[in-house]
């Protein structure tokens, strides 16, 4: 290398102090410039249920995820015929597939005489042996025929309570059943516990004002065990 190349090498390069002031504002200009347009492309991709119920692409996550269970055990069942024939339908953890599920089955009005949904917690069966219900118990109403569609409407308030954990103990309640016999509907909103009158009656009670019922109108509370025992609803434990 010649003497030229070496005192040229070995120089130090120098940059002037304006020349620097102009490449770092020129990188801050290009770091606002890409976080605008990341931001304003993200803005135009999340589309909500409520902007576009069909081409949305952005979810609402529930605090838990819920199964929807279906069975139609027909006139004579036992224990065993009664789980075979019940059927999981599908799982949920947000608010749009919630919907989505909600309006694509059958109405609780239009169920065959003897069927039922359960819609309970993912991996709790809706069974009294299942451990989240061996100790607890469930609030039942029971409403004429006549009630028709109406039914629709108080299913829905039921399971909106229990999905949007709306009860004081949500924690205690583990599912909500909607049963179709031939001369009435029937709801029931199950629990862990059965022993405690403070959560139960408080979950009674806001179920009750949920579905606007009236004074007149009861709830009644069984545990699971005296099911199992063959106790009448009609002796409930807890009333509301």
Known sequence: MSSVALEIAEKPVTVSQPDMENASKEVEDLSDSLQKQSAAQEEQEMVT????????NVKHPLNNAWTLWYDNPGKKTNHSSWSQNLKEVVTFSTVEDFWGTYNNVVRV?????????HLFKEGIRPMWEDAANEQGGKWVIQFPKKTGEEINNLWLYTILCCIGETFSYENEVTGAVA???KSFYRLSLWTRTSDSREICEAIGLHLKESLGMSPNQHLEFQSHADAAKGASLN?????V
């Open 179 to 181: 049963s179709a016999r």
């Open 109 to 117: 009005s239009d169920l065959t005489s003897g069927s039922n949904y």
């Open 49 to 56: 249920v409520f902007t576009d119920p069909v081409n949305f």
């Open 235 to 239: 002796k409930g434990r807890y009333v």
